[in-house]
């Protein structure tokens, strides 16, 4: 079965500082993985997937993410914080498996950005 | 804008009411998903379309709802007898592919509010 966790709910960052929100993954087949973020009163933006091709991935607006099958995680990086980025960020698992296919949001974490 | 659109955005209804909401893909998109997300968690799928058929429904969906896509493009989904924990932000996305593992463009959703 597969499963997705994000483990912080909240990460607060001062301007300038690097990102880091963090995502664990299970998985029992190759699952495509995703990074969107949610601007309030906006809808869902892709930000990145990985899909089993280079495991760094890069995304819009400086964002990365880098997958470790090893330690079943897809956390997403950014060098330089931006008041911008202030949003909701939700990891993203999906799995084509023997009769269907599955989705899977984490339960987001809030990226507050500190002046 | 060729995005994908929802109708309406906003829905406020009394318990035990019917309510339909409308999600327009983008236009060459073959999959149609439906998503519910509550307030401080991560979407939950409901269901979804490969063009007009509905392949998978989650167990969220009760059989007081109701989704269809008659010809494959515009889909609605009903809640008849609406209770107050019905209350969300109902999502809407469409890709374009064979499964899951594609992209998925997310409408700007419709909030639900069951007074």
């Known amino acids: 079965a597969q499963s997705v966790t994000q483990l912080d709910s909240h990460v607060s960052v001062s301007e300038g500082t690097p990102v880091l929100l963090r995502c664990n993954y299970s998985?029992?087949?190759?699952?495509?993985l995703f990074w969107y973020v949610q601007h309030p009163n906006k809808g869902l933006q892709l930000l990145l997937k990985?899909?089993?091709?280079?495991?760094l991935v890069k995304g819009i607006n400086g964002f990365e993410a880098e997958f470790k099958k090893s330690e079943t995680s897809f956390h997403l990086t950014k060098p330089s914080a931006h008041m911008s980025d202030a949003a909701e960020y939700f990891c993203?698992?999906?799995?084509?498996?023997?009769?269907?296919?599955?989705?899977?949001f984490g339960k987001g974490t809030r990226l507050h950005i500190l002046p | 804008d060729t995005g994908v659109s929802q109708n309406p955005r906003h829905k406020i209804t009394k318990r035990g009411q019917n309510v339909t909401f409308r999600c327009d893909p983008i236009?060459?998109?073959?999959?149609l998903y439906w998503y519910r997300q509550t307030l401080g968690q991560g979407p939950e799928f409901l269901t979804y379309?490969?063009?007009?058929?509905?392949?998978?429904k989650s167990r969220l969906l009760s059989d007081r709802f109701s989704a269809e896509r008659p010809k494959g493009s515009f889909s609605t989904l009903e809640i008849q007898r609406t209770e107050q924990g019905d209350s969300a932000m109902y999502l809407c996305?469409?890709?374009?592919?064979?499964?899951?593992?594609?992209?998925?463009?997310f409408g700007p959703g419709t909030r639900l509010l069951v007074l």
């Open positions: 996305a469409s890709s374009f592919g064979s499964h899951t593992g594609e992209t998925q463009y």
């Open positions: 236009s060459e998109h073959n999959r």
């Open positions: 998985s029992s087949y190759s699952p495509s």
């Open positions: 993203v698992v999906s799995e084509r498996g023997n009769r269907d296919d599955k989705i899977i």
């Open positions: 990985y899909t089993s091709a280079a495991t």
């Open positions: 379309f490969q063009n007009e058929a509905q392949l998978e």
